[in-house]
Structure formats: structure tokens, C-alpha cells
């Protein structure tokens, strides 16, 4: 019962306002300094396109002189998972990592430098086309699974104080 308790809620949002805590989305955050501020390089991949399309999505595009600029390396791998029987690969693991290094657009001084990597899978029991789309699907929920930590890692540096 003590979770429907106000009292406990109030005093629980009291201690964090008073420790300096500050919301990464609320007014003054480090989302307020990235908002539109972080430009991207020019997809070359399939696999960058979704990756900039997902960060855009979070932190919006960035316009002529954007304070910081994104380097990124991708990578992709796939290890076989299931098999049947008789040999057949049934499902696949696509493993991604993604480097990336923040620059201050006027000095090019390093700000931030970090690797993240996530994982996802697809099944190729269907017919060819299925598994196509099903490697499709897979490849992009990676890259925003890679934007979506990338993101995490910027906002939670301080990178973008206000």
C-alpha cells in the first residue's frame, strides 16, 4: 500500500529536486542543447540511412552550422542460430556496433567517443521473399536500436547542457 501513499511520492520528488536532479527531456535539459544541433554524414548505406533517419526522428535535423557533428561507424554481423535437421539455417542473429565520435563543428575538438552494440534476429522458414523482408526488417529495428543507444549515451554525457 505504501506505493499509493502521496506523501511518499511527494518526499521521493522533493529528494530529487533537491540532489540536482533534472529531467534529460525537461526545460533546461541535455535534450534542449542537442535538439536540432548534431549534424549527421550523408547515409552511404542502406544501413545509415535508418540509422540518421532514427536520430533525426529523436533529435531533429540539424542545419547549416550546427554547433556538433556525429562521425559513425557501422558494423554488421550475422551468426547462424537454428538449423534443422537436414542443415538448414532456420534463424539468423544480426549483431551491430556502432562507433561514433562527437565533434564540436568550429574547433573539431573530441567531445565524446563511444561504442555501442545491440542485436536482433529473423526467421528464414518462409519463402525467399519472406526471409528478404524478414532480413529487412531486422537490419533496420538494428540501426534504431544502435540510434536509440547512441542517442542515450549523448544525453546522458552532458554533452548538451544548456
Given at each position: 500500500m505504501w506505493l499509493s501513499d502521496r506523501r511518499g511520492f511527494i518526499l521521493g520528488a522533493l529528494a530529487l529536486g533537491g540532489c540536482g536532479f533534472t529531467p534529460v527531456y525537461g526545460p533546461g535539459g541535455t535534450a534542449a542543447g542537442l535538439q536540432g544541433a548534431i549534424a549527421l554524414a550523408e547515409p552511404k548505406t542502406e544501413n545509415s540511412y535508418y540509422f540518421n533517419r532514427r536520430f533525426e526522428e529523436r533529435l531533429g535535423r540539424a542545419g547549416a552550422g550546427a554547433a556538433y557533428s556525429l562521425a559513425l561507424q557501422l558494423q554488421t554481423d550475422e551468426q547462424d542460430?537454428?538449423?534443422?535437421?537436414?542443415?538448414?539455417?532456420?534463424?539468423?542473429?544480426?549483431?551491430?556496433?556502432?562507433?561514433?565520435?562527437?565533434?564540436?563543428?568550429?574547433?573539431?575538438?573530441?567531445?565524446?567517443?563511444?561504442?555501442?552494440?545491440?542485436f536482433t534476429g529473423y526467421s528464414t522458414t518462409g519463402s525467399t521473399v519472406a526471409t528478404r523482408a524478414?532480413?529487412?526488417?531486422?537490419?533496420?529495428?538494428?540501426?534504431?536500436?544502435?540510434?536509440?543507444?547512441?542517442?542515450?549515451?549523448?544525453?546522458?554525457?552532458?554533452?548538451?547542457?544548456?
Open positions: 542460430l537454428g538449423s534443422t535437421s537436414t542443415g538448414n539455417t532456420t534463424r539468423y542473429r544480426l549483431i551491430g556496433r556502432a562507433f561514433y565520435t562527437l565533434k564540436d563543428s568550429t574547433t573539431e575538438a573530441k567531445l565524446l567517443e563511444g561504442r555501442t552494440n545491440a524478414a532480413r529487412t526488417d531486422a537490419e533496420r529495428r538494428l540501426m534504431v536500436l544502435l540510434a536509440d543507444q547512441v542517442i542515450d549515451d549523448l544525453l546522458l554525457s552532458g554533452v548538451g547542457d544548456a
